[in-house]
Each structure stands twice: as structure tokens, then as C-alpha cells.
């Protein structure tokens, strides 16, 4: 008997310190949105490696558990969109052709979707402020725009051409660096930076058979979220 309420003791004791050191972990779930940057040759105005793309945005959510005060696993998803820079392709196209006086085009933007497992990692730096930190790894899908171009041909009349989409999946990387602020023992307010850098093989149907276009799609991502808290900090 006596064993027994020794083992009981024990186990209570153990469960009640795994609750305490449950309550000082920073759990969460969040939601984040904000600007997404192209950077590299994705932004480059070069008509031969370049895809002309600008600024878009981003959003996205991620939650994590913590096995220690400062570092945890979790799960990130997130979907950006980049427009193109229709008038400087469109230039660039004159520019490289002799031939075409001018052209109008319209497209869609890019749009890429990140699901990613990583560590996560935090540190309170004063009070109710911290660092946050993660390095992530999964799949990706990136996906070119549908394009529509009208050239303007010297003393041709040449059809408006049409450029469908491709899409490309490929595991991809992501790494983060931001700001929390804890508002309550509820939920907090963050900021949040990460970047994304990834190879991707786009094919096209052709009048010639198929092409394979490669492109290395690297961006900046700047976003406010909210965190919700699972356990208090």
C-alpha cells in the first residue's frame, strides 16, 4: 500500500510540473499578412532571364509547440501573388525585336503556395517584447501567369498571341526573422520578415514542340500578424 501512494505521489508530482513547465512554453497559432518583395533575376527587367515582376502581398498562417522555453516544431502556410510589369515587358519585347513596333499585353500575376515544417525559436528581449526566428522546409508550387499579347508588326498583321500558364511544384526552404509583442497573456501582435529562394522548371507547348523555361524565384516578405496564445507566457 504503501508503494502505491508512494507511485501515486510521484506521478502527481510529475504531472503538475509537466503543467507548469506547459504554461512557460510560447504555443501558438497565427495568422499574418503583408508586402511580398521580388528580388534577384524574378525581378529583373532583363527579357532573357528576367520576369518582370513587382511588389505584391502575401498572407498566410503558422502555429507552433514548444518543447523548450525558446525553441519548438511547427507548421507555415502561406500564398503570394506578384504582378507584372506589363509596360516595361512590353518594352523590353520592342527593344529585342527589330521588326515589332509596339505592343499590348495583359497578364496575370505570378502566384506562389508554400507548406512548410521547420523550428521555431523565441526569446523574450524586454518585458513584453521578443525575438522570433524560424527555419522551414517542404513543398512549394509556383505558377506562371496567363498572358494575352497584341504586337504591332511593320507592315504585318500578326494575331494577338496567347501565353497560358505552367505550374511547377519542387521542395523549397524558407527562413524568418521578426518582432512579438505580447498585448495580453491572450494574444500578441508580431512582425514578421522572411525570405524565400527557390529553383523552378516551367514547360510551354509550342508550335515547335514543348519548352522548358527555368527561373529562380527569390522574394522578400514583410507582414503584421496576430498570435494566439495556447498556453500562458
Known amino acids: ?117 521547420g523550428v521555431f ?20 508550387e509556383a505558377r506562371t501567369p496567363y498572358q494575352v499579347h497584341e504586337p504591332e508588326y511593320f507592315m504585318v498583321n500578326v494575331p494577338y498571341e496567347i501565353i497560358t500558364e505552367s505550374i511547377d511544384r519542387a521542395p523549397s526552404w524558407m527562413i524568418g526573422l521578426g518582432l512579438r509583442y505580447n498585448i495580453t497573456p491572450c494574444y500578441a501582435l508580431v512582425w514578421e520578415n522572411t525570405f524565400f529562394s527557390n529553383p523552378f522548371s516551367f514547360t510551354f507547348k509550342t508550335s515547335n514542340g514543348y519548352r522548358t523555361d527555368n527561373k529562380q524565384i527569390a522574394f522578400l516578405n514583410s507582414s503584421l500578424g496576430i498570435r494566439f496564445n495556447l498556453t500562458k507566457n
Open 1 to 117: 500500500m504503501k508503494n502505491r501512494f508512494t507511485l501515486l505521489f510521484w506521478v502527481m508530482i510529475s504531472c503538475i510540473h509537466l503543467v507548469v513547465n506547459a504554461q512557460t512554453k510560447p504555443h501558438f497559432i497565427g495568422f499574418n499578412a503583408g508586402i511580398s518583395i521580388p528580388v534577384g533575376a524574378y525581378q529583373s527587367q532583363n527579357i532573357e532571364t528576367g520576369s518582370f515582376t513587382t511588389p505584391g502581398f502575401s498572407f498566410g498562417g503558422d502555429g507552433a509547440w514548444f518543447f523548450t522555453k525558446a525553441f519548438g516544431v511547427g507548421i507555415h502556410l502561406a500564398w503570394h501573388q506578384h504582378p507584372v510589369d506589363v509596360g516595361a515587358l512590353g518594352e523590353a519585347r520592342v527593344l529585342a525585336n527589330p521588326f515589332l513596333s509596339d505592343t499590348y499585353i495583359r497578364s496575370d500575376p505570378y502566384v506562389i503556395k508554400t507548406a512548410m515544417v
Open 121 to 140: 525559436y523565441q526569446k523574450t528581449i524586454y518585458k513584453q517584447f521578443s525575438i522570433t526566428a524560424n527555419v522551414l522546409g517542404g513543398l512549394s
